[in-house]
Nanobody
Framework: QVQLVESGGGLVQAGGSLRLSCGFS????????MGWFRQAPGSEREFVAA????????DYADSAKGRFIISRANAKNTMYLQMNSLKPEDTAVYYC??????????????????WGQGTQVTVSS
């Protein structure tokens, strides 16, 4: 069974940076495409970024382009989300997710097979 554990969330001032990590266990990490999603109170879960199984391809929500960078280290079974120039509207619980269809990257949260518990990111103004 795949297990995903997010870390790196916290409280940061607007304009600051955070790096989220997602630890993967239970299967072969490189067999999965991966994604980051977020959910703010009262809002639906929304796509942030996704990365292919080998890191060669990635996709970003418009809100993340130019500020966030998704990456992965298959040798460490870990995915990352570097978040820069953070804004109060980035405040949310951030979730990592794994997709068994490793050759695609998708924004559709229903396509992902496994989810972490989430890590809170709070950006103060």
């Amino acid at each position: 069974q795949v297990q995903l554990v997010e870390s790196g969330g916290g409280l940061v001032q607007a304009g600051g940076s955070l790096r989220l990590s997602c630890g993967f266990s239970g299967r072969t990490f490189s067999s999965y495409a991966m994604g980051w999603f977020r959910q703010a109170p009262g809002s639906e879960r929304e796509f942030v970024a996704a990365i292919s199984w080998n890191g060669d391809s990635s996709d970003y929500a418009d809100s993340a382009k130019g500020r966030f960078i998704i990456s992965r280290a298959n040798a460490k079974n870990t995915m990352y989300l570097q978040m820069n120039s953070l804004k109060p509207e980035d405040t949310a619980v951030y979730y990592c997710a794994a997709d068994k269809a490793r050759f695609r990257i998708t924004r559709e949260y229903r396509s992902y097979d496994y989810w972490g518990q989430g890590t809170q990111v709070t950006v103060s103004s």
